[in-house]
Nanobody, 122 residues
């Protein structure tokens, strides 16, 4: 499965941005991770195509995941962006069902895109 992410850019704090990720094939779930300079990669959120979305505490209430009817495109609507949201955002996917407690593990995902950069200025 190949993943193509897009939608990154530069915005001011408080503004919104929507990221998209298109998968070349069917998956069990798709997710977003992000990595800021000098920091480890962190989980943002995941959507299970069988039902259910999960978010990191840091983005709950501000970020929303959604997908298309074909279940091959994942969207991340990011509202009220903060400077600490600045990072390269990576799309990830996998084809293997897993318990929800492993949703935020990067190792749970077999496929990764190249990422799209989001910069939020204060």
């Amino acid at each position: 499965v190949q993943l193509q992410a897009s939608g990154g850019g530069k915005v001011q704090a408080g503004e919104s941005l929507t990221l998209s990720c298109v998968a070349s094939g069917r998956t069990f779930s798709m997710a977003w991770f992000r990595q800021a300079p000098g920091k480890p990669r962190e989980f943002v959120g995941t959507i299970m195509w069988s039902g259910g979305t999960y978010y990191a505490e840091s983005v709950k209430g501000r970020f929303t995941l959604s997908g298309d009817s074909a279940k091959t495109t994942l969207y991340l609507q990011m509202n009220n962006l903060k400077p600490e949201d600045t990072a390269r955002y990576y799309c990830a996917a996998d084809r293997t069902p897993r318990p929800p407690q492993y949703n935020d593990y990067a190792e749970s995902y077999d496929y990764w895109g190249k990422g799209t950069l989001v910069t939020v200025s204060s």
